[in-house]
T-cell receptor, first 113, second 112 residues
């Protein structure tokens, strides 16, 4: 069973700063890696995904993937109070029950004005 | 409006009662999912449905069953609820083979 671990558990940054979140996974043959954002009382929302080694940039978000070290990171530039949420790392895998996402426990990001 | 709707939002049941959680989507997604989310454990997959009457166990199916008779509707049933089934339950949907799931807002179930 794929394992997904996230660090740190929580992160506090000032408004305008860079937020950096980390995720490690256990299977280098995993398919795509996803980041989801979850606000209190809401369901997760897909933010950004990456499949190939290297980086991918979308707006203020940049994701870095290194399959050799089984590590992916999410960086949020110019963090805003509205970015405060739990960020979930998810790994897409194929198994006996087909394609599914395995989620980490999450990182709680608080952006202080 | 593309969304996943879960009913009810909050539910309190006594141990031993049957529980029905309902989920609907308006995006014609083939695949639907039920997850539960608990502190310290994260989201855990209960069941996957690939289409009508095509369901597969996830990672923690014990104590649950599902029903999908229409593509847009997926139900989670707890027969004789237990206190350890107290949790937040999320339904999600996606196109076949895709990993950008659309989640509902969850049902908060308390079993006393």
């Amino acid at each position: 069973q794929e394992k997904v671990q996230q660090s740190p558990e929580s992160l506090i940054v000032p408004e305008g700063a860079m937020s950096s979140l980390n995720c490690t996974f256990s299977n280098s043959a995993s398919q795509s890696i996803w980041w989801y954002q979850q606000h209190p009382g809401k369901g997760p929302e897909a933010l950004i995904s990456i499949f190939s080694n290297g980086n991918k940039k979308e707006g203020r978000l940049t994701v870095y993937l290194n399959r050799a070290s089984l590590h992916v990171s999410l960086h949020i530039r110019d963090s805003q109070p509205s970015d405060s949420a739990v960020y979930l790392c998810a790994v897409s895998t194929y198994g006996s029950s087909g394609n599914k996402l395995i989620f980490g426990i999450g990182t709680l990001l608080s952006v202080k004005p | 409006d593309m969304k996943v709707t879960q009913m009810p939002r909050y539910l309190i049941k006594r141990m031993g009662e049957n529980v029905l959680l309902e989920c609907g989507q308006d995006m014609s997604h083939e695949t639907m999912y039920w997850y539960r989310q608990d502190p310290g454990l994260g989201l855990q997959l209960i069941y996957i449905s690939y289409d009508v009457d095509s369901n597969s166990e996830g990672d923690i199916p014990k104590g649950y069953r599902v029903s999908r008779k229409k593509r847009e509707h997926f139900s989670l049933i707890l027969d004789s609820a237990k206190t350890n089934q107290t949790s937040v339950y999320f339904c999600a949907s996606s196109f076949a083979g895709r990993s950008d799931y659309t989640f509902g807002s969850g049902t908060r179930l308390l079993v006393i």
